[in-house]
């Protein structure tokens, strides 16, 4: 099965800063990579995505990178601000029949005003 | 749009008793509707996967007489959990897709907080 491996576990920047986060998948069928924000007790919340036709989409002050050859992806987010910090996790799907989403450890970011 | 329903947010109950969740698609219909289950500080964990009108796919180690899903409508999955143990306690929670916003994008409910005395 696929396996999500995501780095690092946790990151600390000043406000301001950029924070990049990198995973990588095993299975080269994979072709669906979200990434989900999640606050401390809530519901992880779809935050960009990408889909393996496409190399590299951003949103505002969130962009996304894939590298299919490598099977890897990264989220990158300029410009952070304090209610950036919670835990982001990355995942992977390989479509077929039922889209199981394969997820990360995650990454607890916390943004130093 | 996109909102998931998740009811009970928070559940105390003795152990040995069962405890219904369910999670409702409000504004679509879910094609396929997924559980997790989520301990302190760890990752999301597939439970299981449900399409409506048919038996639930299981993930391996997850005991499927333990963790009933019944996935009655394209917008209301339930799980049961049978014969509850503190070991069970964790935060429940349920995604659902519709193939109208992409089949593979998840949209989750706020989760279950399970707490098994």
């Known amino acids: 099965g696929e396996n999500v491996e995501q780095h690092p576990s946790t990151l600390s920047v000043q406000e301001g800063d950029s924070a990049v986060i990198k995973c990588t998948y095993s299975?080269?069928?994979?072709?669906?990579f979200p990434w989900y924000k999640q606050e401390l007790g809530k519901r992880p919340q779809l935050i960009i995505d990408i889909r393996s036709n496409v190399g590299e989409k951003k949103d505002q002050r969130i962009a996304v990178t894939l590298n299919k050859t490598a099977k890897h992806f990264s989220l990158h987010i300029t410009e952070t601000q304090p209610e950036d910090s919670a835990v982001y996790f990355c995942a992977a799907s390989g479509g077929g029949s039922n889209y199981k989403l394969t997820f990360g450890k995650g990454t607890l970011l916390t943004v130093n005003p | 749009g996109a909102v998931v329903s998740q009811h009970p947010s928070r559940v105390i109950c003795k152990s040995g008793t069962s405890v219904k969740i369910e999670c409702r698609s409000l504004d679509f219909q879910a094609t396929t509707m997924f559980w997790y289950r989520q301990f302190p500080k760890q990752s999301l964990m597939l439970m299981a996967t449900s399409n409506e009108g048919s038996k639930a796919t299981y993930e391996q180690g997850v005991e499927k007489d333990k963790f009933l899903i019944n996935h009655a409508s394209l917008t209301l999955s339930t799980l049961t959990v049978t014969s509850a143990h503190p070991e069970d306690s964790s935060f429940y929670i349920c995604?659902?897709?519709?193939?109208?916003?992409?089949?593979?994008?998840?949209?989750f409910g706020p989760g279950t907080r399970l707490t098994v005395l």
């Open positions: 995604s659902a897709s519709s193939l109208r916003a992409g089949a593979d994008t998840q949209y």
């Open positions: 299975d080269s069928a994979s072709n669906y």
